[in-house]
T-cell receptor, first 113, second 109 residues
Framework: DTGVSQNPRHKITKRGQNVTFRCDPI?????LYWYRQTLGQGPEFLTY????????KSRLLSDRFSAERPKGSFSTLEIQRTEQGDSAMYLC???????????FGDGTRLSIL | GQQVMQIPQYQHVQEGEDFTTYCNSS?????IQWYKQRPGGHPVFLIQ?????EVKKQKRLTFQFGEAKKNSSLHITATQTTDVGTYFC?????????FGAGTTVTVRA
């Protein structure tokens, strides 16, 4: 049973650099979500896709953030000109259409030096 | 968006004891989901509650949705060391989960 896969698991970069994360959802899931989680908090919604269409972006997602899901399968999240405040765990989740459970990946932990 | 508040933030439990964690909203929720996140892990889906007054059990875990659909609770009986982790409730609309800050549970053997 292949779950949601994210890579890299850890990313350390200098402030001002660009970073890109990848998420491979469960294959039969139409929906893919990105969340951000900081220490001691629950995940915060960033954006979601249904197939290849990006249907909502949170106000947390500044113009330095962009997400794509070009073929409706894997997705990438890019952060440009990283800032200290971008340090967090970036979680990807996928689900079937509807209000059912979301299945999370192990996340990418981003550390900005 | 919908916001949910969880109490307590931390729960220190003696092994074998029971405890309850609560999730409250100022607005009526269409449904609520519960997730567990082990230390260093990712959130794992536990249950979804949809109906007013709904009660669901999973072994030692009992989940309840309030009659007004503004609150929910998770009760764990006979706590074990495997119950360690953070329990999140999340308000669900059609696609987005709005998580509470979680209750972090530690267990004293």
């Amino acid at each position: 049973d292949t779950g949601v896969s994210q890579n890299p698991r850890h990313k350390i970069t200098k402030r001002g650099q660009n970073v890109t994360f990848r998420c491979d959802p469960i294959s039969e899931h139409n929906r893919l979500y990105w969340y951000r989680q900081t220490l001691g908090q629950g995940p915060e919604f960033l954006t979601y896709f249904q197939n290849e269409a990006q249907l909502e972006k949170s106000r947390l997602l500044s113009d330095r953030f962009s997400a794509e899901r070009p073929k409706g399968s894997f997705s990438t999240l890019e952060i440009q000109r990283t800032e200290q405040g971008d340090s967090a765990m970036y979680l990807c989740a996928s689900s079937e259409v509807g209000r059912g459970p979301q299945h999370f990946g192990d996340g990418t932990r981003l550390s900005i030096l | 968006g919908q916001q949910v508040m969880q109490i307590p933030q931390y729960q220190h439990v003696q092994e074998g004891e029971d405890f309850t964690t609560y999730c409250n909203s100022s607005t009526t929720l269409s449904n609520i989901q519960w997730y567990k996140q082990r230390p260093g892990g990712h959130p794992v889906f536990l249950i979804q509650l949809v109906k007013s007054g709904e009660v669901k059990k999973q072994k030692r875990l009992t989940f309840q949705f309030g009659e007004a659909k503004k609150n929910s609770s998770l009760h764990i009986t006979a706590t074990q060391t495997t119950d360690v982790g953070t329990y999140f409730c999340a308000a669900s609309n059609d696609y987005k989960l709005s998580f509470g800050a979680g209750t972090t549970v530690t267990v004293r053997a």
